[in-house]
């Protein structure tokens, strides 16, 4: 897992996070992606469903300077042809995307490689796949993907913590009131979406963030 570049920068990362421009008070994903990476976010995902390809290549080629810049991973969603031509860090793909094994032979050694898990069967399976990461969720409901699947509640996220050795991310309708307790059951690196690009004041907000994750022993 060395060789991939990016991934030192997912394993220590606190918080994950994703673009959302649905839901950032009408600015767009670069603009949010510039205000995350001044509050110190540390990886970074592109994840955008309804503009044209070109305009998605235009803001990742943007996005890809600013975070190579500010030495953060750069995560494009869905999209291994568009991670490759702005060079990203990784790519993240669902369970209905293409096979990791196939996507290693596109991309190479050097980029991370994560999925989408929302059960025990299928943490397995990726792991066996070879991705670098998995994501584990939705923990709680969300209405920021419109083809979620029902929240897998914290007790998958425990069967990460105590029986898979593999980096993950936690994610899915988590928001300050609750960040503590996935922090407390075992989870390092934490996404969110609305909580983060909603804010009308990004850096606030994380700031706030990270101090109820500092509070989860209490």
Same mark, same amino acid.
């Given at each position: 897992? @060395?060789?991939?570049?990016?991934?030192?920068?997912?394993?220590?990362?606190?918080?994950?996070?994703?673009?959302?421009?649905?839901?950032?008070?009408?600015?767009?994903?670069?603009?949010?992606?510039?205000?995350?990476?001044?509050?110190?976010?540390?990886?970074?995902?592109?994840?955008?469903?309804?503009?044209?390809?070109?305009?998605?290549y235009?803001?990742?080629?943007?996005?890809?300077?600013?975070?190579?810049?500010?030495?953060?991973?750069?995560?494009?969603?869905?999209?291994?042809d568009?991670?490759l031509?702005?060079?990203?860090?990784?790519?993240?793909?669902?369970?209905?995307?293409?096979?990791?094994?196939?996507?290693?032979?596109?991309?190479?050694?050097?980029?991370?490689?994560?999925?989408?898990?929302?059960?025990?069967?299928? @943490?397995?399976? +990726?792991?066996?796949?070879?991705?670098?990461?998995?994501?584990?969720?939705?923990l709680? @409901?969300?209405?920021?993907?419109?083809?979620?699947?029902?929240?897998?509640?914290?007790?998958?996220l425990?069967?990460?913590?105590n029986?898979?050795?593999?980096?993950?991310?936690?994610?899915?309708?988590?928001?300050?009131?609750?960040?503590?307790?996935? @922090?407390?059951?075992g989870?390092?690196?934490? +996404?969110?979406?609305?909580?983060?690009?909603?804010?009308?004041?990004? +850096?606030?907000?994380?700031?706030a963030?990270?101090?109820?994750?500092?509070?989860?022993?209490?």
């Amino acid at each position: 897992m @060395a060789r991939r570049p990016g991934l030192a920068g997912l394993l220590a990362a606190d918080i994950y996070g994703i673009t959302a421009e649905e839901y950032s008070r009408g600015r767009t994903n670069v603009e949010v992606v510039r205000h995350m990476i001044e509050a110190g976010i540390k990886v970074i995902q592109y994840r955008e469903k309804d503009k044209s390809m070109r305009e998605k290549y235009r803001e990742c080629a943007q996005i890809r300077e600013m975070t190579r810049a500010a030495g953060v991973t750069f995560i494009v969603n869905d999209h291994v042809d568009l991670a490759l031509l702005v060079g990203a860090d990784g790519v993240h793909v669902g369970q209905d995307d293409l096979p990791p094994e196939k996507i290693r032979a596109l991309v190479g050694d050097e980029m991370i490689i994560g999925m989408s898990t929302h059960s025990p069967a299928q @943490a397995r399976a +990726a792991v066996e796949s070879g991705v670098d990461y998995i994501g584990v969720g939705p923990l709680f @409901a969300t209405s920021t993907k419109k083809d979620v699947c029902a929240p897998v509640g914290l007790q998958y996220l425990e069967y990460v913590v105590n029986n898979l050795d593999i980096p993950f991310v936690a994610i899915g309708g988590i928001k300050e009131h609750n960040i503590a307790e996935v @922090a407390r059951r075992g989870a390092r690196c934490i +996404a969110l979406v609305t909580e983060i690009v909603g804010a009308a004041d990004i +850096a606030a907000k994380v700031r706030a963030l990270r101090a109820a994750i500092a509070r989860k022993e209490d």
